[in-house]
């Protein structure tokens, strides 16, 4: 009885002297801020919010209300590459909430950026943080991949420009060429906060080992710290000799594959890789998975209909999708579909087949050159050297990014279009966390 | 038999007295949207009459405000009232003043209206992102206990955050 009287006069002084909220009230209202951003600001206000936010306990609870109770619709930004000559961003797409996210919040003087300034001026966001020598191999949520050189792998966090070198790959991955190489991502940041990752490197597409056609590879986890051989079992007459890099989503791994299609390089399907399928040892004692081979949808045009430039995948969600954008008797059709995948065989529903409604200047060539990673209504397009926001179910557009790089110049870019290659960042309001590890 | 008892439950009404002596009559419907009270009608025997000595009869009504609204369309749950309810809130916590917002949450809280603390608490952080730092003390008027340094060394660790 004394001790709840004693408690109450206490926590009545603490209100008394500082009108406002109990301090447990301003936990939960802490607990709601969208971004550890925020929180770290939050940190600088006072000692009391600067004790609550620092300890792990807040840390934990703030990770795990945004893993479960969180709609899963994250600031993003997609940056547009040239593969294989320069891997140098050309276009960097940044999402509203992205933007809103990194408004200044000096304490003073330093807001010198204005906030009508237009997004062409500050152009770049991720690229300028880069080292200059990486080239950027794959993404997943807020983490890139990038190659340091022909051996040298790193993951960087381009939020808070974390980097960590991994290991130098085994010798015998060197002698395979950096270009043809596909790479892939996959991490997620448990309750507890922490980063897991997995790093899958494809050296050698198609090998004959045995009866078996298999990808030769390497991967990395953070479980092991160590690369390790892994090697990917192709289904027999899976008709590719050419992949993409790897796409993550929802912890699989997807690649678009291109193979000889009646004499012509058209794409043919799409690779998955599954990496909690069981391995199986092969007679040289390496490990091996199997891939799928999903074959494009029923409807899906054909011939030069499926050359590179006319058909482009990518996540929303999560989940897969396909696009084909063509030019039919001077009008331009854009075909989505969406992978379903409720049962064990994925199927296609196509969610999208309508003439463009978008005026491109001239006989400009398009492409589709990014998905929304949470909005399944927008597509990104390339026309000349501008990326267009096209929203297809209520048809509108508007121009959000604009391609610049050393090699580009206005009547290039055609040549170039094969070559783009979207990489999509999500930015989850616990930025993932990314420590050195000591080197051997 | 139990046709009658659910027409009883839906018509039961409930007195609630406040720490001023303000009572309200509400459905039972009603007032089971806050947990503490739903609590109390399960527990056996409870009386139509229930004290709530911490809350404020003006905050009191406007907890019982929000509660009848989403009693009311939770009834015929469809999406389009999830967007009323939604459009219904945001007007509910728009031009609530710093005081009136804090007590409501603290009543909330106590009347354990999970949904309800869930809105104010969104509404008081949403006071909160894309502020300065400075700003923030002057909104919430809270004072820098830092000694010199201390503030600089923290935006020094995580100047990432302040790009």
């Given at each position: 009885?004394a ?13 008394d002297?500082?009108p406002?909220?109990?301090?447990d ?8 801020l ?15 919010w600067?004790l ?8 934990r ?9 969180r ?10 590459t040239?593969?294989p000559?320069?891997?140098?961003q050309v276009?960097e797409?940044v ?44 993404t ?5 991949l990038?190659?340091?050189g022909?051996?040298?792998?790193a993951?960087f966090n381009p939020l808070?420009?974390k980097?960590?070198?991994l290991p ?11 270009a ?39 991967i ?14 192709v289904?027999?007459g ?15 791994l997807?690649s ?11 794409v043919t ?28 949808p ?8 499926r ?5 482009s ?10 696009s ?10 854009l ?18 087949c309508?003439?463009l409604?978008?005026?491109?200047a001239?006989?400009?060539?398009l ?9 399944g209504e ?26 610049s790089g ?9 040549q ?7 990489f ?8 993932s966390?990314?420590s ?5 | ?8 439950t ?8 406040a720490?001023d002596g303000v ?19 399960e527990?056996?025997?409870s ?7 911490n ?5 009191l ?5 929000w509660c ?29 003043d ?8 603290m ?10 603390v ?14 300065k730092?400075?700003?923030i003390?002057?909104t919430?008027k ?20 302040f790009?």
């Amino acid at each position: 009885m004394a001790m709840a009287i004693a408690k109450k006069v206490a926590k009545s002084e603490a209100s008394d002297s500082r009108p406002g909220l109990p301090e447990d009230e301003w936990e939960e209202v802490l607990l709601r801020l969208p971004h550890r951003r925020f929180l770290i600001h939050c940190s600088t206000v006072c000692k009391r919010w600067k004790l609550r936010i620092g300890n792990p306990n807040f840390s934990r609870r703030y990770v795990q209300f945004h893993n479960h109770h969180r709609p899963l619709h994250h600031p993003y930004s997609i940056l547009s590459t040239l593969r294989p000559y320069t891997h140098k961003q050309v276009a960097e797409i940044v999402s509203k909430k992205f933007k809103n996210l990194r408004k200044p919040s000096l304490p003073s003087s330093s807001s010198s950026s204005s906030s009508s300034s237009s997004s062409s001026s500050s152009s770049s966001y991720v690229l300028d943080s880069l080292p200059s020598t990486a080239k950027i191999m794959a993404t997943c949520r807020d983490v890139l991949l990038l190659s340091l050189g022909k051996n040298r792998y790193a993951i960087f966090n381009p939020l808070t420009r974390k980097i960590l070198r991994l290991p130098y790959t085994p010798a015998f991955v060197e002698i395979y060429r950096d270009a043809d190489r596909s790479c892939g991502l996959v991490c997620e940041v448990n309750d507890d906060a922490e980063l897991s990752y997995k790093v899958v490197v494809i050296i050698k597409i198609l090998t004959q080992v045995g009866e078996d056609r298999v990808l030769e590879g390497v991967i990395f986890c953070s479980e092991s710290l160590e690369w390790k051989r892994l090697n990917w079992q192709v289904p027999p007459g899976a008709p590719f000799f050419q992949m993409s890099n790897l796409t993550s989503g929802n912890g699989v791994l997807y690649s678009l594959l291109h193979g000889n299609h009646e004499g012509y390089d058209r794409v043919t399907g799409i690779g998955i890789f599954n990496l909690s399928l069981d391995v199986r040892l092969d007679g040289n004692g390496i490990e091996r998975k199997r891939c799928s081979f999903l074959k494009l949808p029923g409807n899906f045009g054909d011939g030069w209909k499926r050359s590179r430039t006319k058909v482009s995948y990518g996540l929303v969600k999560g989940k897969l999708r396909l696009s084909q954008l063509v030019k039919v008797n001077q009008t331009w059709e854009l075909r989505i579909w969406a992978g379903n995948s409720a049962a064990e065989e994925m199927t296609w529903d196509m969610i999208n087949c309508q003439n463009l409604r978008f005026e491109p200047a001239g006989n400009s060539n398009l492409l589709v050159a990014g998905f929304d990673p949470s909005d399944g209504e927008v597509v990104f397009i390339l026309c000349n050297n501008e990326i267009h926001k096209y929203k297809f179910a209520q048809p509108s557009s508007k121009r959000v990014a604009k391609l610049s790089g050393p090699h580009l110049s206005q009547n290039s870019i055609d040549q170039y279009m094969a070559f783009v290659e979207p990489f999509v960042i999500e930015y989850p309001p616990w930025p993932s966390p990314i420590s050195e590890v000591t080197e051997v | 038999m139990s046709s009658s008892s659910t027409t009883t439950t839906t018509t039961r009404l409930l007195m609630l007295k406040a720490s001023d002596g303000v009572t309200f009559e509400v459905e039972e419907a009603v007032a089971t949207k806050l947990g503490a009270i739903n609590n109390m009608v399960e527990e056996e025997g409870s009386e139509d009459l229930i004290c709530l000595p911490n809350v404020n009869g003006k905050f009191l009504g406007m907890v019982l405000e929000w509660c009848k609204k989403h009693a009311n369309n939770n009834t015929n749950s469809d999406k389009g009232n999830d967007e009323v309810n939604k459009w219904w809130d945001k007007e509910f916590v728009m031009d609530l003043d710093q005081n009136t917002l804090y007590h409501l949450l603290m009543a909330a809280d106590y009347l354990s209206g999970t949904e309800l603390v869930d809105l104010l608490t969104e509404k008081v952080a949403s006071m909160i992102r894309g502020k300065k730092v400075e700003e923030i003390r002057e909104t919430f008027k809270i004072k820098s206990d830092f000694l010199p340094g201390q503030e600089e060394e923290i935006r020094k660790k995580n100047s990432w955050a302040f790009e």
